[in-house]
C-alpha cells in the first residue's frame, strides 16, 4: 500500500520509527513472510485494520487527440514496465497501466488499447511536478532539466495523456494501535 492508501491511527505512528528484527523458523517463501510479518506487526503494536473502497483522486490514462504515437509490440514474451524519467528508455515494454502509480495516485488505463506496445518515454523527474524524483544512475548522463514534464511528455510522445478523476481506491484503516513494550 502507498501513503495516501492508509489512514487513521495514532499520531506517533507517523513520527516514532522503530526497528523490528525477526528470524523465520525456516525457509519462507516471499508471501509467506509478508503474512508472518503481518502477523508480527498485529502482535507486536496490538494493531487492529480495516480493508475498505473508497472514492479518491486518480488519474486516467486517455488517447490524447491526435491519437497514440506508440508502436504495437509483437514480439516480447513477457510484461515489463520501465518508466525511471531518467536515462535511455528503449526496452520493449508492455504498456499496462491498470493500478499502476506513476503520479503519487493510482493511474486506471481508459485507453481502451488492445494491445501490447513498445515505447520510450523521456522527462526530467521532478518532486512535487507529478513526475518520479531521483537523482540518475553514475553511469546515465541526466536528462535535460529543462525539457517537458511528464504531462506534456506523456502527450507529446506517446500521444496520451492524464486526466484527474475520481475513482475507486482499496485503502487500509488503522483502527487500532498501541506502542509496544520493549524487548
Not at 513520527?15 to 510479518?37: C, G, H, W
Not at 483522486?57 to 525511471?84: C, F, H, N
Request: hydrophobic fraction near 35%; charged fraction near 25%; include cysteine.
Amino acid at each position: 500500500m502507498k501513503d495516501f492508501q492508509v489512514s487513521g491511527g495514532p499520531l506517533w505512528a507517523n513520527s516514532e520509527p522503530y526497528d523490528i528484527v525477526a528470524k523465520a523458523e525456516r525457509n519462507a517463501t516471499r508471501p509467506q513472510l509478508s503474512l508472518m510479518l503481518q502477523a508480527l506487526r498485529k502482535d507486536r503494536f496490538n494493531l487492529a485494520l480495516r480493508h475498505e473502497t473508497k472514492d479518491a483522486p486518480i488519474d486516467e490514462l486517455v488517447v490524447a487527440k491526435g491519437g497514440p504515437k506508440i508502436q504495437e509490440d509483437t514480439t516480447s514474451p513477457r510484461q515489463r514496465i520501465a518508466m525511471t524519467g531518467v536515462g535511455k528508455m528503449a526496452q520493449r515494454t508492455r504498456l499496462r497501466c491498470s493500478q499502476m502509480t506513476i503520479t503519487g495516485r493510482p493511474v486506471v488505463d481508459k485507453t481502451e488499447l488492445p494491445s501490447t506496445y513498445t515505447f520510450k518515454l523521456d522527462w526530467p523527474p521532478a518532486v512535487g511536478k507529478r513526475g518520479l524524483p531521483g537523482p540518475a544512475p553514475p553511469d546515465v548522463a541526466p536528462l535535460d532539466s529543462n525539457g517537458p514534464s511528464l504531462l506534456i511528455a506523456l502527450q507529446e510522445q506517446l500521444g496520451l495523456r492524464l486526466q484527474s478523476a475520481k475513482g475507486s481506491v482499496e485503502s487500509l484503516v488503522i483502527e487500532k494501535a498501541e506502542k509496544p513494550a520493549k524487548n
